[in-house]
């Protein structure tokens, strides 16, 4: 199988191979667009004309990290006739709509490139799809989706129109993702998200818009995709991309692959020096509102096409000390998992790790402006309650130096 790896309208490189041998082989094109050893596509694959034998497994963990996972990917393979770990079978059945800017097609297939068209839907129609996200997954059509995107969570990608929700069509680019409202414990987790999506954005932490909208009566959150920009995708990647962990070792107590400190590692090396600020003040926003699940799937960098590599926005912040979990942390602070026992210091000790200017600022600046905020704003009805209340007290104890959970 051949596939085009295409970059903003240039086909920057080709994956060959079966399941267990392909491999990534960049085009003499995407060079001279975009410069050799460019980082446009990626900074674990940068455009080079000579490719390091020893890092190809990396290269196949880096386009399988584009699938999703858990029972909409199963489900997606069933209804392909596709086998578990056939990566690039998959990228080309579903690869026109992936996470970023890329766009992958089989160019042996005398179909393609397809002609990308949307399908407009009405209320109730897409009210279906969300409330059969597995049936359905990411809302693809059976025969002309071409939609995947990385994550657990059942959810669907839509595009967003002056007449409504529209499904995708070959590979016309999505624009936002919909989450339904879960049954039972977990019913409060899209007002949650909402709540802290707000807050990150007041932090100046995220743009992208964030809502709880009903669709005909089903409570749904409704949030922008922050990799596309009035109505063109652009590239990004995430840290189990850059840093080669796949599947669970987004964790870093599985395996050991990464850490906050190998992200700030790469973020010294590639990215504007305020971007390492940036990452801190993420952590500090997970830590005081208790988003347990800052893992490598939900930190990521954004390449525009004539840009500089830059940290992308935070996303999936969502408050979850008061859910059913272990109550750790993905990624360790001063080698310190537990969410419970963080203390300011142990912020302050992780960021001077990271050769942070002003480490001790950083911490206490974003404390107090995450307290003004929490202060300021409340969460929707629908969300856990108490909520407020719960995520106030774990910023407050880390300013006075207590534990978050004491």
Do not use: C
């Not at 980082?39 to 940068?46: D, E």
């Not at 993905?330 to 912020?347: G, M």
């Not at 107090?368 to 407050?396: C, K, N, Y």
């Amino acid at each position: 199988m051949r596939l085009a790896v295409e970059l903003y309208g240039t086909v920057v490189g080709t994956l060959q191979g079966d399941a267990r041998t392909f491999d990534f082989t960049p085009t003499q094109a995407g060079i001279d667009r975009f410069g050799a050893n460019s980082p446009v596509l990626s900074v674990a694959i940068p455009l080079a004309s000579a490719r390091r034998r020893d890092h190809a497994s990396r290269r196949r963990n880096w386009f399988a990290e584009l699938l999703p996972e858990g029972d909409q990917y199963e489900y997606m393979l069933a209804r392909a006739g596709l086998r578990r770990g056939d990566t690039p079978a998959f990228l080309a059945r579903y690869g026109r709509d992936v996470a970023g800017a890329l766009q992958l097609w089989d160019l042996d297939d005398p179909t393609e490139p397809k002609v990308p068209a949307i399908r407009t839907l009405t209320s109730a129609e897409t009210r279906a799809l969300l409330e059969d996200p597995i049936g359905s997954p990411l809302a693809n059509d059976p025969a002309s989706g071409k939609s995947s995107l990385g994550g657990v969570q059942p959810k669907i990608v839509l595009v967003r129109t002056p007449d409504g929700w529209a499904q995708a069509l070959g590979g016309y680019p999505t624009t936002h993702i919909l989450k339904p409202r879960l049954d039972g414990p977990k019913a409060t987790v899209i007002f949650d998200e909402e709540y802290g999506s707000r807050i990150a954005r007041r932090l100046g932490l995220a743009e992208f818009a964030t809502s709880i909208e009903k669709v005909d009566g089903l409570p749904a959150i409704v949030i922008e995709r922050y990799d596309r920009h009035d109505g063109l995708r652009i590239q990004q990647e995430d840290f189990s991309q850059v840093l080669g962990a796949s599947a669970s070792q987004k964790y870093q107590e599985f395996g050991g692959v990464v850490s906050l400190r190998r992200i700030a590692d790469v973020l010294t090396k590639h990215a504007p020096e305020p971007d390492l600020r940036r990452l801190a003040r993420m952590v500090v926003l997970a830590v005081g509102i208790g988003n347990l699940d800052l893992h490598t799937k939900n930190l990521g960098l954004l390449h525009p096409r004539d840009g500089d590599v830059t940290l992308a926005p935070a996303y999936d912040v969502v408050p979850q000390a008061h859910l059913a979990n272990d109550g750790r942390l993905a990624l360790a602070v001063d080698k310190k998992y537990r969410h419970a026992e963080i203390t300011r210091d142990d912020l302050e000790a992780e960021f001077a790790e990271w050769r942070l200017r002003r480490a001790s600022n950083t911490v206490d600046e974003t404390l107090e402006e995450l307290r003004t905020v929490i202060l300021d704003e409340s969460p929707l009805d629908g969300a856990f309650p108490g909520l407020q209340d719960q995520v106030l007290g774990f910023t407050e104890n880390l300013q006075h130096g207590r534990p978050a959970g004491s």
